[in-house]
């Protein structure tokens, strides 16, 4: 029997925690080369006992989901996942002057480094237009901010195995007339009127961060996949999306106003899109 071989089990999960400094992808490669190690990992006390001492939630249960875990919390997307835009604009409100919300092209670059890390996650963009516009044209509306910022997430690198990578949930007024009653703290943007869009992250059955309480039973009616070509049209659909919102604003108070691509249901629709290959 060797040295190893003797030494106690909770001697061998220090050893496994000294390797997982350097990387959970170590540990993880250092469970598949040590038997001992794997059949103690295969013990969901043992595994629980690690998950719990690095802070991970309950529904993590395994080292490359703890690794995903690890990434979204250095990410900071725990703290803030949404990306603001200018007022009645598509455009992106990078440095925060109109919407409050600072630190976007930070926020975008985690998303996409995490989503190169791990080659099997999905990331919703869920878009929303705020009370401040007319609901039939908000999912429409809301459609093309979620283009922009899906044409700031494509890269090369993530589009891996033709995976649709990249889900564009563009929501109607229901979400924001939700969110206004809300006490959760994500809530002020929807109280001025203001949209949004949140980012989420996904992997197996995960999802980061967790959505606040104005999403509990809410279904996205409309929901898109992102290919290459949507990138190089978002400036067609975001010019498209402003002149349909001006001119609402510019006859708010008339019924003149008629778009002939909207249908008779557009009034409360919701548009959600994959994004991907």
Known sequence: ?????????????????????????????????????????????????????????????????????????????????????????????FDGSESGLEDAPERIEAVKKIMKRFSKTTVSVDAHCGTAGPRRIASRFSHSRGLEVCSHLHEPYLEGNRQERVILNAWGRQISDLAVLSSHPQSELARTGMGWVDLYVQFG?????????????????????????????????????VNILFGFMMDSDSDSYTEESHSDNDEDEDETMYVGD
């Not at 106690?8 to 992808?25: M, Q, R, T």
């Not at 039973?217 to 400036?235: G, L």
């Open 205 to 241: 059955s995960l999802e980061f961060p967790s959505r606040p309480d104005f999403y509990e039973e809410q279904v996205c009616e409309s929901v898109t996949n992102y290919h290459r070509d949507e990138a190089s049209s978002s400036v067609r659909n975001r010019a498209s999306a």
């Open 1 to 93: 029997m060797s040295s190893f071989d003797r030494l106690p089990h909770e001697s061998v999960v220090c050893i496994g925690e000294w390797v997982s400094a350097f990387g959970l992808e170590d540990f993880a490669r250092f469970r598949g080369t040590c038997k001992r190690m794997r059949d103690l990992l295969g013990q969901p006390v043992v595994m629980a006992q690690i998950i719990q001492e690095r802070g991970a939630p309950q529904n993590v249960s395994t080292l490359e989901e703890l690794a995903f875990f690890e990434s979204i919390k250095e990410s900071g997307l725990l703290q803030e996942n949404r990306l603001g835009f200018e007022m009645a604009s598509t455009e992106i409100d």
